[in-house]
């Protein structure tokens, strides 16, 4: 977040904002509640492994999309110590570089995954037969070891500059120590707004274009219904998270541009600012509560993840509203109940 890449801004501006206990209280809760919500998401996918049911390609850019979430708001702790502390660091050099880097690039990977869901979504809609080769476990878990290289790569200016800026009375805060801060504010501002969100939103703007283009012109043989109706509810989640994405990242960066031309922030551009930064830390709040809302076999995972663990059940298939096969767990306990009651001898009296 831009509270420890920006070295032209002063902790005067804002002092008393920092001060305030509104924002520390909102960054509060958005950390706890996604830290609780990517925690249930994570546990029940790795639970649907664990029981040996396959994962999906959608299982597993979710998972990483958790991961991440869960990682980006790890941070939160620390931009919460800052604004009760007036901007200033107390964790030392070393941490302000881990926790520099985790943040821009947590907020990098985030977005790459975002637009390869959507890419793939694009290829389960539009040529669900033709490339379904490629969409497999395999090639997902690639793909998200691409996006992580990629994003190691682009954030290694973070790397190299981020570090402890003096301020008044002895104390440091945490900042981007850029060679030329009037220049390279300005490209490295531009930098992160095009390849942390521009060029991704346009790539799954246009995607989400080409899909809904194919299904109003489609005359071609269309699948089974069972996996039109999941990839249709599939899509319309990847839908919903790329919206939020939009909804609650635009306003920070848009306020990044309009920073560049602002010498000294007023008061009010300093809470629209902080407030553009819970937003975007509220996206990763926000994710795993979509998954929750808009999947029904999401719900049934985790419902089945958090059975007692000292009850035995018995896999059999069954059939859920789109068409697909689910799991059903039956107690082997309900299971023998009629063989034990066959057993019974008919001269025995009720």
Not at 12 to 32: K, N, T
Not at 175 to 199: E, H, M, N, R
Not at 244 to 268: D, E, M, N, R, T
């Amino acid at each position: 977040m831009d509270f420890l890449n920006d070295s032209n801004s002063t902790t005067a501006v804002d002092g008393a904002l920092h001060c305030s206990a509104i924002l520390p209280v909102i960054f509060g809760i958005i950390c706890f509640l996604g830290i609780v919500g990517n925690c249930i998401v994570i546990y029940t996918i790795m639970k649907k492994t664990k029981c040996r049911a396959k994962q999906t390609v959608p299982d597993i850019f979710i998972l990483n999309l958790s991961i991440v979430d869960l990682l980006f708001l790890l941070g939160m702790p620390f931009l919460i110590h800052q604004l009760l502390g007036n901007g200033t660091w107390h964790f030392g050099a070393a941490m302000c570089t881990v926790i520099t880097a985790l943040d821009s690039n947590s907020q990098i990977v985030s977005t790459y995954i975002l637009t390869a869901m959507t890419l793939d979504r694009y290829l389960a809609t539009v040529h669900p037969i033709r490339f379904n080769y490629i969409r497999t476990p395999c090639v997902a878990a690639l793909v998200i070891g691409l996006v992580w290289g990629l994003s190691v790569l682009t954030i290694i200016p973070v790397w190299m500059y981020a570090g402890l800026m003096p301020l008044p009375d002895g104390l440091v805060a945490c900042a981007l120590l850029l060679p030329d801060p009037v220049t390279d504010i300005y490209w490295f501002t531009l930098y992160q707004f095009f390849l942390a969100f521009a060029i991704p939103l346009a790539i799954i703007c246009l995607v989400f274009f080409k899909i809904l283009q194919h299904m109003s012109t489609s005359v071609a043989p269309l699948p089974p219904r069972s996996l039109r109706v999941r990839t249709r509810k599939v899509t319309r989640m990847a839908v919903a998270i790329c919206l939020a994405f939009f909804v609650c990242w635009a306003p920070y960066y848009i306020l990044q541009l309009i920073h560049l031309g602002v010498q000294k922030p007023s008061l009010a551009f300093s809470y629209a600012y902080n407030i553009a930064i819970s937003m975007g830390y509220a996206n990763s709040c926000i994710n795993p509560f979509l998954f929750i809302i808009l999947s029904e076999t999401f719900k049934r995972q985790f419902l089945r993840a958090v059975r007692p663990v000292n009850r035995k059940f018995r896999v059999t298939p069954s059939t859920t509203d789109g068409g697909s096969v689910s799991v059903r767990m039956i107690p082997e306990r309900a299971q023998q109940q009629p063989a034990s009651r066959q057993m019974i001898p008919s001269n025995v009296a009720p």
